[in-house]
């Protein structure tokens, strides 16, 4: 990418953050929303993150655990349906070696699509954006106990969110998710990113 390509991608995120924060300060109108669209954008404005106790019911989660456990993870696989499932395990990938992924989940189990487009969370994301936002891709993700794995990484500096749903509890024996709080504001790194041309930080371990 041309150094006037980046710098001009910079200044567009420069005035792209400085609306963001506008937006959230004065235009948002916080009387309109529901109170866990109010808590929810609040919390993803400040720390980056919400959490919504309970989205599914123990059942639901059960059910989705059982159908996973009848999948073979020592190898990777393409599904009929256009699922596809990825093993680091079987890639002999360092990176988050115990990972494994089932991609474009809601192919393979169409049921998935009432969370892919569950219109709260969307409307949550689209609110804290400011724009309409839409879902790219469902999947399952199974963490194997390992020694191999990554530090603190970002997929890109992007405008991005991910939702998460935990179907088993998680405690810090088995490998919670680890975020930074507030990261998401990092906006002088992003720009820098941007200008020195690696905005775009992919995950190797995704095809």
């Known amino acids: 990418m041309k150094f006037s390509t980046r710098l001009n991608l910079a200044w567009i995120t420069f005035k792209t953050t400085l609306w963001w924060h506008y937006y959230h300060k004065f235009k948002?109108?916080?009387?309109?929303?529901?109170?866990?669209?109010?808590?929810?954008?609040?919390?993803?404005y400040v720390n980056g993150y919400f959490v919504i106790e309970n989205y599914w019911s123990k059942p639901e989660c059960d059910k989705y655990v059982n159908r996973l456990k009848?999948?073979?993870?020592?190898t990777s696989f393409d599904?009929?349906?256009?699922?596809?499932?990825?093993?680091?395990?079987?890639?002999?990938?360092?990176?988050?070696?115990?990972?494994?992924?089932?991609?474009?989940?809601?192919?393979?189990?169409p049921d998935l699509k009432k969370f892919r487009n569950d219109t709260m969370i969307n409307r949550i994301f689209?609110?804290?954006?400011?724009?309409?936002?839409?879902?790219?891709?469902?999947?399952?993700?199974?963490?194997?106990?390992?020694?191999?794995?990554?530090?603190?990484?970002?997929?890109?500096?992007t405008n991005e969110c991910k939702a998460f749903v935990y179907l088993q509890?998680?405690?810090?024996?088995?490998?919670?998710?680890?975020?930074?709080?507030?990261?998401?504001?990092?906006?002088?790194?992003?720009?820098?990113?941007?200008?020195?041309?690696?905005?775009?930080?992919?995950v190797q371990s995704m095809p």
């Open 28 to 44: 948002l109108d916080v009387t309109k929303l529901s109170v866990i669209e109010k808590e929810a954008i609040r919390s993803l």
């Open 70 to 74: 009848k999948f073979d993870y020592s």
């Open 79 to 109: 599904f009929k349906s256009g699922a596809y499932l990825r093993s680091n395990y079987s890639l002999k990938n360092k990176n988050d070696s115990g990972v494994i992924r089932l991609y474009h989940a809601d192919k393979e189990f």
């Open 126 to 157: 689209s609110l804290y954006y400011g724009f309409p936002m839409h879902s790219v891709f469902t999947a399952f993700q199974i963490n194997l106990a390992s020694h191999d794995t990554r530090g603190f990484h970002i997929d890109g500096y």
């Open 169 to 202: 509890d998680v405690e810090l024996e088995n490998g919670p998710f680890c975020y930074i709080k507030g990261s998401n504001k990092t906006h002088y790194t992003r720009l820098i990113k941007q200008i020195q041309d690696n905005a775009c930080e992919s």
